[in-house]
T-cell receptor, first 113, second 113 residues
């Protein structure tokens, strides 16, 4: 069964450094998403992406964040200058239709020290 | 302000009984409502989607209802099993461009043998 994959599974970085989190969505899906979940808290929407552009973004997704689909398979989330409060699990998801079930990856645990 | 609540943080039930989880929302008019399951350290897994013009949806032992007047969705697991123990998340999809997908805080269900 096709699945969303994410790398790395765990990333440790120092405050102020740039990180890139990578995702490979399910191949025939057209809509891509990033979410984050701070430990013990709820899943929070960051951004959705379709047709090579951002379709929606939340207040969390400020200028420090960017997304890209550099080729036909990868979907990346970049955080330019990490802060301690960026420490969280980051989930990538994809869906076939705009308003349909989303398939989530296993997540990348980001730890900012 | 907009708010999503799920009945309780944690719910314990005996194996074989029906678990009923509640999702209430205010100041939203979701076009779709989805339910996901999340196990510790993992990404959410899609379970069911219900549209605003549908009253009820079923899938095997799962049933979801959606009452847009009460602004409430109920999620039922019949003949519950210890393997059903997980956190269950409701998610609201406004259906309009420019509005974000929002998860509730989740209810942690424990099915006791």
């Amino acid at each position: 069964e096709p699945e969303v994959t994410q790398t790395p599974s765990h990333q440790v970085t120092q405050m102020g450094q740039e990180v890139i989190l990578r995702c490979v969505p399910i191949s025939n899906h057209l809509y891509f998403y990033w979410y984050r979940q701070i430990l013990g808290q709820k899943v929070e929407f960051l951004v959705s992406f379709y047709n090579n552009e951002i379709s929606e973004k939340s207040e969390i997704f400020d200028d420090q964040f960017s997304v890209e689909r550099p080729d036909g398979s990868n979907f990346t989330l970049k955080i330019r200058s990490t802060k301690l409060e960026d420490s969280a699990m980051y989930f990538c998801a994809s869906s076939e239709r705009r308003r349909g079930e989303q398939y989530f990856g296993p997540g990348t645990r980001l730890t900012v020290t | 302000s907009q708010k999503i609540e799920q009945n309780s943080e944690a719910l314990n039930i005996q194996e074989g009984k029906t678990a009923t989880l509640t999702c209430n929302y205010t100041n939203y008019s979701p076009a779709y409502l989805q339910w996901y399951r999340q196990d510790p350290g993992r990404g959410p897994v899609f379970l069911l989607l219900i549209r605003e013009n549908e009253k009820e949806k079923r899938k095997e032992r799962l049933k979801v209802t959606f009452d847009t007047t009460l602004k409430q969705s109920l999620f039922h697991i019949t003949a519950s099993q210890p393997a059903d123990s997980a956190t269950y998340l409701c998610a609201l999809d406004p259906g309009d461009y420019g509005q974000n997908f929002v998860f509730g805080p989740g209810t942690r269900l424990s099915v006791l043998p």
